[in-house]
């Protein structure tokens, strides 16, 4: 049989840092910890860190954990400036299902985070300024002095934010359509895949990758198969988080059963 050399790949760049913990809960203990060392580092400007944040199932436990530090007052974001990655579209930022309502939810309103000092692609923006909000979101990044720190889930088909298979290295914010296997993953969320929009605004894969750093995580078994491709296959388009590999400031936290397809080698370090 001839292998497909593509998917032969299966070594790991001993680069890349992975941390791999017992379970779900751990990591998610461990991404609260990073975060909370940027908020306390203030951020390279000295003027708050400046964080990149993500919706989905994976960093609602970061969240709940943050939330928890913060009522013990064991942290503050009341110095920090947050930026989420992507939002879908059309959809009104007041739609329950929307990740402004679910930041909100999850974080915003619950913790001393300024909501001026907070943005996320407007999912109520007129098509015809779509163009213009992408490119103020972008300046905005700019003008915080770039992020400190991207928070980053991975969806099933290799997705990073919503950059869907096939998006471009350097992509900047912008709109895109979604693709089928997003789609039925929102449709829980939404009561049925007929209601889940089929585009969204999202920062593209060049705006996500001038981060100073990126805490890639991913959780249970069904994020597996997609792992091992994104971090041992080969760096391609087809899975897009495979493309952020050669991010000097790249980390990655797992819980053992999404670490469960990584080739075995001495770079994937218990936690
Ligand atoms: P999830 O989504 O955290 O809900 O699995 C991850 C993603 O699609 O980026």
Request: with cysteine; charged share 25%.
């Amino acid at each position: 049989m001839v292998r497909d050399v593509k998917a032969a790949k299966t070594t790991l760049d001993p680069s890349i840092r992975i941390t791999v913990c017992d379970t779900a809960e751990g990591a998610q203990a461990l991404v609260a910890d990073r975060i909370a060392a940027t908020l306390v580092s203030g951020g390279v400007t000295g003027h708050g860190a400046v964080l990149g944040l993500a919706t989905g199932r994976t960093p609602r436990g970061v969240y709940a954990e943050l939330v928890r530090r913060y009522e013990r007052r064991e942290l503050s974001f009341g110095e920090a400036w947050a930026f989420n990655l992507d939002e879908y579209w059309p959809l009104p930022p007041e739609h329950p299902a929307s990740f402004t309502a679910a930041m909100r939810r999850d974080l915003v309103d619950r913790v001393d985070l300024d909501p001026e000092h907070w943005w996320i692609p407007d999912g109520g923006c007129p098509e015809d300024r779509l163009a213009e909000h992408a490119r103020e979101f972008e300046a905005r990044v700019v003008a915080t002095g770039g992020l400190d720190l991207q928070l980053l889930g991975i969806g099933r088909n290799g997705h990073v934010a919503f950059n869907e298979p096939g998006s471009p290295a350097d992509g900047r914010t912008r709109k895109v359509e979604l693709q089928a296997e997003t789609l039925e993953d929102a449709a829980a969320a939404f009561g049925g895949v007929e209601w889940v929009p089929r585009s969204a605004i999202t920062m593209g894969l060049g705006t996500i990758a001038r981060a100073r750093r990126l805490l890639l995580v991913a959780l249970g078994s069904h994020k597996a198969g997609i792992v091992g491709r994104a971090l041992a296959g080969s760096a391609t388009p087809d899975v897009p988080a495979s493309l952020l590999r050669g991010h000097p400031g790249l980390e990655v936290i797992l819980d053992r059963a999404a670490a469960a397809e990584l080739p075995a080698q001495e770079g994937a370090l218990p936690a």
